[in-house]
């Protein structure tokens, strides 16, 4: 399977995100995993970089026991960075990626100011099946061929799901 969709890049659009991806993966049995990483991801896409006012896509593709989420953003001046939890343990922010770093098995970002696209791959399956997709070490940043998402290109496609997870990066 394999979904992408745009938004606008409006605080108020997270609540259809996390509508429209819950309902995409009724049936996973990491869905609540899937929502709040997605959430994250688009959440710093509105408050980090210039798709505040303008759009991010999101997408996401299923294979087997496996999901890669993404988000394509608008860029912005800095990349993301996933902060120690003993950082400012009460600050009302920047934990996001931290989270999602949490629940995922790899993370990846492309792209640079001019347009970014930050992915995370979370897994589920032969280990405990009352709490898939559990890493058993911190996810490692990895890259992800931009052209898929229009870097470098006139008009961005859609990678197959075979494509980008066989791979383990985003077009092989």
Do not use: Y
Request: glycine letters at 14%; one cysteine or more; charged letters at 20%.
């Amino acid at each position: 399977m394999a979904w992408c969709c745009g938004f606008p890049g409006e605080p108020s659009q997270l609540r259809e995100v996390r509508r429209r991806v819950g309902t995409l993966l009724e049936n996973c049995p990491i869905r609540d995993d899937v929502i709040s990483c997605m959430v994250e991801l688009a959440a710093n896409a509105i408050t980090h970089t210039k798709s505040f006012g303008g759009v991010f896509t999101v997408g996401i593709w299923l294979l087997r026991a496996r999901a890669r989420i993404a988000v394509k953003d608008a860029g912005g001046p800095g990349e993301p960075v996933v902060r120690p939890s003993c950082q400012e343990e009460m600050a009302e922010g920047g934990r996001g990626l931290a989270i999602v770093a949490a629940l995922s098995a790899r993370l990846g970002v492309a792209g640079d100011e001019r347009g970014r696209v930050v992915w995370a791959d979370l897994t589920w399956g032969v280990g405990d099946p009352a709490r898939p997709g559990q890493p058993s070490s911190a996810p490692s940043w990895m890259s992800v061929c931009g052209e898929c998402w229009g870097f470098g290109t006139e008009t961005a496609h859609a990678p197959s799901s075979a494509a980008i997870l066989a791979s383990g990066v985003c077009c092989g």
